[in-house]
C-alpha cells in the first residue's frame, strides 16, 4: 500500500487543489492520500474563511482518502515552524511513503540544493551570511546573498521569492533534519500566482477566491456590490462555478451565510481585550513577538479600530503584515513561546487528530493504528491516552477551535457546538 502525503490549508478547495490531487496519484502511483491541513487559523495568521471541517469535506469528496488537523500552534507559525510541524505529523503516523507539494519553480533538484545548505549551515555559508548581515542587508536578502556565492549561482531570488518556492523549501529542510525516509515531490502551481486577487480561467489561487468571498459576505450595500461588478451574491457565486470542483460548489452554496465567510474583524474585540490585559513585558511571551513590536503595540493601542486595521498600523519596514498578523494571532490564542519550544524539544506532537476520512480507506486507518508513533484523537474518551503536556497541547487546539466557532455562532446567530461534541468528516 502506497501513500502520498499532502501539507495543505484549503482555504478554500478550488480546481488547483484537484489537479494536485490528481497529478500526485500520477507520479506517486499512490494507493491513498493523507492530508495534514491547518485547522481553523491558517499559517498567514488569521482564521480561515471556512470552518475546518467544512474544508475537510471537500477534500475527501475530492479524493482525499483521510485529513488529520495540523496543530494550531504549528498551524499559525512562521514557515519553517508550519512546515516542520507538518512533515513530523505525516512522519510519525508511520505509513507515508512520499509527500507532494506545490510549487512555482518545479524544479526539485534546485530547491533541495538550497535546503541542504539551510538544514545543515556549513561553516563557509555563516561566514558568508554574517559578513552579509554586517553591509546591512535585511536577512532575507542576506541569506540570499550568502546563498548565491556559497553555492556559486545567480537563480536563487526565484527560489526564495515565491511562498510556495519557500514553503518547498522548508519541507524539504524538514526532511532532512527529522532524518525522514519520505520521498518528496514537487508540482507546478498552474496558471495564477499565490497572491493573485482576480480570477483566472480555470485554476484561479485560493487568495483570488477569498477575495471574492470576502464581497459575498460583506456588510457593504448593494449599489457597492453594484459598483464591484457582482449585482447579488448569485451573481458572485456564479463566478466560483468554474474554479472549484462541482461538489465543493454545492458545499459553498448550501453553507453560505450560516457557516462562513468568517473574517479577521471578527476577533477584533477578543483580540483588543486580550492587549488591553497585558503590559508590554507580557507580550514578549508570546510566539512571533520581540520587545519592539510589544512596545508598539502598547504604543499605539489607542489607535485600535479593528484586528485588520491595527495590523497595517503596526507594520514596518522591518516587520511585515504576515509577521504582525501571526504576533496577534498568538496574543488571541495565548500560544507562548516557551510552551512551543518545548513541544518541538518533545518531537513536535503527541497525538494525531483525525478531521475526517473516507469510508472506503479502513485499511488506511487500520495500517495507521498499527503503525504511529502517537495515538489517535478521534473522540473525548481519547484524551485519556494522551501525556499531560500533550493535553496542553490539545486544549489549545480545542479553544482554538471554540473561540472560531463562536464567532460563527455570533455573526451568524446559529447553535454553538463546541469541538468534542462535532464528529468526525465521513463521506
Known sequence: MKTVGFITEYNPFHNGHLYHIQKAREITNADHIIVVMSGDFVQRGAPAILPKHLRTQMALQCGVSAVFELPVCYACGSAELFATGAISLLEQLGVVDTICFGSECDDLSAMQRLA??????????????????????????????????????????????HPNNILGIEYLKALIRLKSPMKPYTIRRLESDYHETRLQANYSSASAIRHLLAYSGSTISSQSLETSGYASF????????????????????????????????????????????????????????NRDLANRIQRELGNYMNFEQYCELLKTKDITYTRVNRALTHILLGLCKKDIAHYKEQNYHYYAKLLGFRKDSQKLLRAISQNSRIPLFTKAEDMKKIRKDGKKMLKKDIFASDLYESAVTDRYKTAFLGELQKPIVKV
Open 234 to 289: 448569485s451573481n458572485v457565486l456564479a463566478e466560483l462555478e468554474n474554479q472549484v470542483p462541482p461538489s465543493c460548489f454545492n458545499l459553498l452554496l448550501n453553507n453560505h451565510g450560516m457557516r462562513y465567510p468568517v473574517y479577521q474583524n471578527d476577533f477584533s474585540l477578543l483580540l483588543k481585550h486580550r492587549l488591553m490585559k497585558k503590559s508590554a513585558k507580557q507580550l514578549t511571551k508570546y510566539q512571533d513577538m
Open 116 to 161: 541542504n545548505v539551510l538544514a545543515t549551515e556549513p561553516d563557509e555559508y555563516k561566514i558568508l551570511l554574517k559578513s552579509a548581515l554586517k553591509r546591512g542587508l535585511n536577512f532575507p536578502t542576506a541569506r540570499q546573498d550568502a546563498l548565491e556565492k556559497y553555492l556559486n549561482t545567480e537563480n536563487c531570488a526565484f527560489l526564495l521569492e
